[in-house]
């Protein structure tokens, strides 16, 4: 009797493990029935590739990739797995440029749009000759950054709002909000553009504007993805200078800092870009920045002594025409007479517009040829009310963190009156906020301060003392593990989160790398 049951239980076990493997097999067939003009890819390369990131920290392979060529691609995969209903696994991400940081672009056992393929609509640009309403370009949702740079350039205009580094997509920066420098007077990328066209998660394609399915506009810019694929958007442009003027002066008062800082963003006339970062520790920190800038007072440039000191750098550009290089240069000394910096430490060079705008390419390159980009990247991104600052900073920078090496650290404010609080985005409540950046490289395998563990432990002594004071901080390309957090980091804006999922993407197969909501099975 044992043995017959014995036996019996192994014939059910094999047939239930047939059955499975019989529908696990069948799927990659059943994708392959799909109608599509581009192709999937099912080798371990193109797998492999979809499953890494700039945070090279997470690593989780598809099943396959999608290289569309078209829209009804995209539809046709979607709708695809769509009607697959609830009992399947299976999950889709629209992979940008694939610079998450912590496997937001994956998809584990899963799909992946290789979004970087799909070439439509061609760019294109409109001027109004009447110039009532502002220039704007047509791109696909998978454009990078730097080619809409050069592509606008050829009719004299360009973007107002940026991020940092230009070689990340459109749907990649619209997902999160896409910050820099110009976002204190234009507001983020997220509140630069006029339309889009989504394809959300039940493959319905919906052309959408502030006006026209107005809540699904609004839902996707900065919704991590969760609401629909953007296939294409309507970006505002504006003039553009030919050459930047790049200013960087120091400070060692972080309340002159943020003083000057604040006033900088508050004022009518000002620079067309403000950043600062802070220095802790970093030695040989002046003759690094010879290289790329050339100090008005090389002299007493050379007698500052930085080395061991917490210092605060405010950076500032004017854009400007060589035509009007006297009046700019006279406006810059006119904002620079009004600030508190020490004054021996005034930086100042002129480079192109594209230069300016593509300065961290530069770093990429030179950090690749020493093979130091494709490292682990645990970065963390907060945004601060202005009120918490100076606690956050006497904490934070005058006790958690001992030094700068490991990658820069990124400190400005914004005006929150740029920001539009219909959007999925969530921000701190005060009028200014900071954000600060912690863009740390670890060096692999290493077991010191510049290890991943030593950073990532950092990191978290860092989130606790926010929790812990209570300063109101917000996480920017957010990141957390359960749904409690995720609850916690929208707050009141997490019904309208939910809802709009339960709407668009209602069996939850979009953008699961962002481990907010996991698809029922
Ligand atoms: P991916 O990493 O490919 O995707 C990000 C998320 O968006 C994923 O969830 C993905 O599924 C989703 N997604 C991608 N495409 C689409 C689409 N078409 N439709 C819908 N969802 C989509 N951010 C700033 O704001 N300011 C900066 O200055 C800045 N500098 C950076 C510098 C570097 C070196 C790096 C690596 C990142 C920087 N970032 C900055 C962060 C960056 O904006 C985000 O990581 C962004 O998501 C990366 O774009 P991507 O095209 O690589 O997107």
Not at 140 to 148: A, H, K, P
Not at 172 to 184: C, D, E, M, R
Not at 386 to 408: C, D, H, M, R, Y
Not at 462 to 477: D, S
Request: include cysteine; charge should be negative; proline fraction near 5%.
């Amino acid at each position: 009797l044992f043995l017959k049951s014995f036996a019996f239980t192994i014939l059910f076990l094999s047939c239930i493990a047939i059955r499975l493997n019989l529908c696990l097999s069948s799927i990659p067939s059943s994708l392959k029935s799909i109608p599509l003009e581009g192709h999937l890819k099912f080798d371990q390369v193109s797998l492999s590739h979809a499953a890494r990131d700039f945070g090279n920290r997470y690593q989780y392979n598809p099943m396959a990739v999608l290289q569309p060529e078209s829209v009804s691609d995209i539809v046709a995969t979607i709708r695809h797995i769509w009607l697959m209903g609830p009992g399947s696994h299976l999950t889709i991400a629209a992979r940008g440029h694939g610079h998450s940081l912590q496997g937001q672009a994956q998809a584990h056992g899963g799909l992946v749009i290789n979004m970087e393929s799909l070439k439509v609509p061609e760019m294109q640009i409109h001027v109004d000759e009447g110039n009532k309403s502002p220039p704007y370009v047509d791109v696909s949702g998978g454009e990078l950054w730097i080619n809409i740079l050069h592509e606008t350039l050829r009719y004299g205009l360009a973007p107002r709002s940026w991020t940092d580094y230009l070689h990340l997509t459109v749907g990649g920066t619209l997902s999160n909000a896409g910050v820099s420098g110009q976002t204190f007077r234009h507001g983020p990328q997220i509140s630069n553009v006029q339309q889009l066209e989504i394809v959300t998660g039940t493959g319905e394609v919906l052309n959408c504007s502030a006006e026209n399915n107005g809540d699904l506009f609004h839902g996707v810019l900065g919704g991590l993805g969760q609401f629909g694929i953007i296939t294409r958007a309507r970006i505002v442009l504006e003039p553009a200078p030919t050459m930047v003027k790049w200013i960087r002066v120091l400070y060692s008062d972080f309340t002159a800092f943020t003083r000057d800082q604040e006033r900088l963003i508050s004022a009518e006339k000002t620079f067309d870009y403000i950043e600062g970062f802070v220095i802790i520790n970093r030695t040989g920190l002046l003759n690094n920045w010879r290289l790329s800038f050339n100090p008005r007072d090389p002299v007493q440039a050379s007698h500052f002594k930085s080395d061991g000191r917490t210092l605060f750098c405010l950076e500032m550009a004017k854009y400007l025409n060589v035509e009007e290089i006297d009046a700019a240069n006279q406006e810059v000394e006119e904002h620079l007479s009004r600030l508190s910096y020490i004054p021996s430490t005034l930086f100042s060079t002129e480079v192109t517009f594209v230069d300016f705008l593509d300065r961290v390419h530069i770093s990429e390159v030179k950090l690749r040829s020493k093979g130091l980009w494709d490292v682990p990247h645990p970065w963390l991104n907060l945004l601060i009310p202005k009120s918490q600052i100076l606690n956050f900073a006497q904490v934070v920078f005058g006790n958690i963190l001992s030094e700068t090496s490991n990658g820069p650290v990124l400190i400005y404010p914004v005006n929150k009156s740029k920001w539009d609080n219909r959007t999925s985005v969530v921000i701190p409540e005060e009028d200014i906020f900071y954000l600060v950046a912690f863009l740390t490289s670890a060096v692999p395998s290493s077991n010191g301060t510049d290890g991943l563990e030593h950073i990532l432990s950092q990191n978290k002594r860092i989130l606790e003392f926010c929790e812990r004071a209570q300063l109101g901080v917000k996480q920017y390309l957010p990141h957390y593990n359960t749904q409690q957090e995720w609850r916690a980091h929208f707050g009141p804006q997490w019904e309208t989160f939910l809802l709009r999922k339960s709407v668009y993407d209602p069996l939850a197969i979009l953008a699961p790398g962002q481990r907010i909501f996991q698809k029922a099975i």
